[in-house]
Each structure stands twice: as C-alpha cells, then as structure tokens.
T-cell receptor
Framework: DTEVTQTPKHLVMGMTNKKSLKCEQH?????MYWYKQKAKKPPELMFV???????INESVPSRFSPECPNSSLLNLHLHALQPEDSALYLC???????????FGSGTQLSVL | GQQVMQIPQYQHVQEGEDFTTYCNSS?????IQWYKQRPGGHPVFLIQ?????EVKKQKRLTFQFGEAKKNSSLHITATQTTDVGTYFC???????????FGTGTRLQVFP
C-alpha cells in the first residue's frame, strides 16, 4: 500500500467553526507533514512530525493545531480560520525526513 | 532568505517539441527531487538525484544535478499531452531537515 489517504476532499467552513483534517498512511513512514498550497504556488511547509513528535513548526498561526495520535495518523485541527487560509492542504509522508515524499490527494478548504 | 527558483514560470509547447525547466538554489542542496503535479492533482515524486553532476533518465525525461549542487534541470524530449502539469524541484539545504520546493514551471502542451 503506497497511498496516503486524506479526508475530507473538500471542506467549507465559517470563521467561527472548528473542523479537523485527517491523514493516514500504512507504509511504515516515520515522517509526516502538512503542507499548504495556494493556486499556482508551490507547496509551503507547515509542520513536520518525526517519530510522532513535532519537529518543525514553520511559524504557523495557532489557529492551526497539528496532532499525531500514532505513527500512521496525522490530524490538523482548524479553529477560527480566516478567508486567506483558503487553500489546498496536503498531507505527505516519507521514510526519513527530507526523503521522497508521498502526498495525499489533499483537502480543498474554503473559509467563508 | 534561502530560496529555490525555477524558470520559466510557464511554457506552452506544441506536442512533439522539447521542454526544459531549470531549478536554481541560493544555497547548496543535499539532494534534488523532482515532482509533477497535474491540474487538480497532488504532487507526485518523479526522481531524486544525490551526487554532484549526476544525470538520470526516465524514458523521455532527463534530469541533471549541477556540479556545485545548487542547480538542476529537467528536460522532456518530444512532449506529449500527458506531460501537462506543473513541475517542481525540491531539495533540502545542506544541514537542514526540510524540503524546500522550487517555484514551479507550468507546462501546457498543445496537440
């Protein structure tokens, strides 16, 4: 199984809502990532988990809260987002940090 | 700050023509990876180059890593409509533990 599964595929939320994005991989990868991608831009790193511990937070606002419940799962909790947070949110995993990335199909998020 | 630039930003080609995208880093990279993202899709890994001056081929695609490990190129011979998408290079700066993506080159192929 070489897939990274992300849910939901699409999400529309208001600025007062709380929602969560979910990501799962069963490749035994020990590094997992959240990226944010705006239209026609490259993926922008948000968080890195290595061996289930947060190793990198790219100065992401606290309205984004990552969680790694176990080595296969990665969540991104969203609260009080702004319209400018609308983007494609990509989860990825790799065997080692800075190794080959396997991306999920992403969650297209719209904040109204 | 440290960045990875790609040129051109956008290119139209006629099917059958060749295409090249160039990737330039402000800092030495430990390795270089290339990804392809189809319209509406997610990035998909193509290849990784590690050694200075390395050249690798995948069918019609040729990848090079510069001698100084600060630049790379992807060349597609005889493009096909299936080559449409955005090509990103990505690499970790030496002693860094995160991948930085290049700005991307969007390729459009007309039949």
């Amino acid at each position: 199984d070489t897939e990274v599964t992300q849910t939901p595929k699409h999400l529309v939320m208001g600025m007062t809502n709380k929602k969560s994005l979910k990501c799962e991989q069963h490749m035994g990868h020990r590094a997992m990532y959240w990226y944010k991608q705006k239209a026609k831009k490259p993926p922008e790193l948000m968080f890195v988990y290595s061996y289930e511990k947060l190793s990198i937070n790219e100065s992401v606002p606290s309205r984004f809260s990552p969680e790694c419940p176990n080595s296969s799962l990665l969540n991104l909790h969203l609260h009080a987002l702004q319209p400018e947070d609308s983007a494609l949110y990509l989860c990825a995993s790799s065997q080692v940090t800075v190794g080959k990335l396997f991306f999920g199909s992403g969650t297209q998020l719209s904040v109204l | 700050g440290q960045q990875v630039m790609q040129i051109p930003q956008y290119q139209h080609v006629q099917e059958g023509e060749d295409f090249t995208t160039y990737c330039n880093s402000s800092t030495t990279l430990s390795n270089i990876q290339w990804y392809k993202q189809r319209p509406g899709g997610h990035p998909v890994f193509l290849i990784q180059l590690v050694k200075s001056g390395e050249v690798k081929k995948q069918k019609r695609l040729t990848f090079q890593f510069g001698e100084a490990k600060k630049n790379s190129s992807l060349h597609i011979t005889a493009t096909q409509t299936t080559d449409v998408g955005t090509y990103f290079c990505a690499g970790p700066f030496v002693s860094a533990d995160k991948l930085i993506f290049g700005t991307g080159t969007r390729l459009q192929v007309f039949p």
